[in-house]
């Protein structure tokens, strides 16, 4: 763990403790739930797990599953007390079938702008350092830089892999990898990525519009692969939630080839 990561590591855990009273309480709000005193006790004690959770893991668990273990003594007192569950769609009931009164944050940005961006930072540091990465000294590197980068990846591991993608665009694609000394490698199925992580490509990128692109990005994930996710469309609840399942970022689809040769050389 670099001393960067570890510094984003904690700033994390401290928003996150210090946003979790009050989405709670917002939640409660939400669907007709009086906080009284005997509330407010348990959201502080609940407070107090997450923040030792966070601390105990280190973080090595996804932060977003340590908030939704957090607010399970909430729904303990309200099933206490029979209060009656809300109605939540059916892909809810099936994902989270405990969270019967529909308290979990779907995303980091329900606890706020601040826990959400620095979610994000998290995110993006510990793809690095699951890569092995070293963190760029500018924001924008040289060209010299870039060429030296990508003369370092192309010795080490030339790989790019792609999930999903057209024919024309990952034609397209090929031929930007190329002219940055890659070579690429194409993965049409979730059996082909099984194998293929063996290879240890530097960067996967994954298209949104594959049917199997949600499990794609975790499958990576697990793997300790950088992971980039290309769609149409794209906004912020999207760039959250496959961050979520551990995607560095997510890209328009239209810009994705252009894009390239920004995120291949910070991979040396």
Request: charged share 25%; hydrophobic share 45%.
């Amino acid at each position: 763990m670099t001393e960067h990561a570890d510094s984003v590591g904690h700033q994390l855990r401290a928003a996150l403790v210090a946003a979790f009273p009050g989405y709670l309480r917002r939640r409660l709000a939400d669907i007709g739930i009086v906080d009284d005193d005997a509330l407010s006790g348990i959201i502080v004690a609940a407070t107090e797990q997450l923040s030792a959770s966070l601390a105990q893991q280190v973080l090595a668990d996804p932060p977003l599953e340590l908030v939704r273990r957090a607010t399970e003594p909430v729904t303990d007192a309200l099933l206490d007390r029979n209060v009656v569950p809300v109605a939540r769609d059916e892909r809810s009931v099936e994902i989270h079938p405990d969270d019967v009164f529909d308290l979990y944050p779907a995303t980091s940005r329900d606890l706020g702008e601040d826990a959400w961006r620095v979610h994000m930072e998290w995110g993006i540091e510990q793809a690095r350092v699951r890569a092995g990465l070293v963190p760029s000294d500018s924001a924008v590197p040289s060209q010299s830089d870039s060429a030296a980068r990508s003369r370092a990846i192309s010795t080490r591991v030339p790989r790019l892999a792609l999930f999903g993608f057209s024919p024309d665009l990952r034609a397209d694609l090929n031929d930007a990898a190329a002219a940055l000394s890659h070579r690429t490698i194409v993965w049409r199925n979730p059996g082909a990525l099984a194998e293929g992580v063996a290879d240890r490509p530097v960067l996967t990128l994954v298209d949104l519009g594959h049917p199997s692109s949600d499990d794609a990005i975790r499958a990576i994930r697990e793997a300790g692969l950088r992971c980039v996710a290309a769609g149409d469309g794209v906004d912020d609840f999207t760039q959250a939630a496959m961050m979520a399942l551990g995607a560095e970022e997510v890209v328009e689809l239209d810009r994705i080839v252009e894009r390239l040769p920004d995120l291949l050389p910070r991979l040396a």
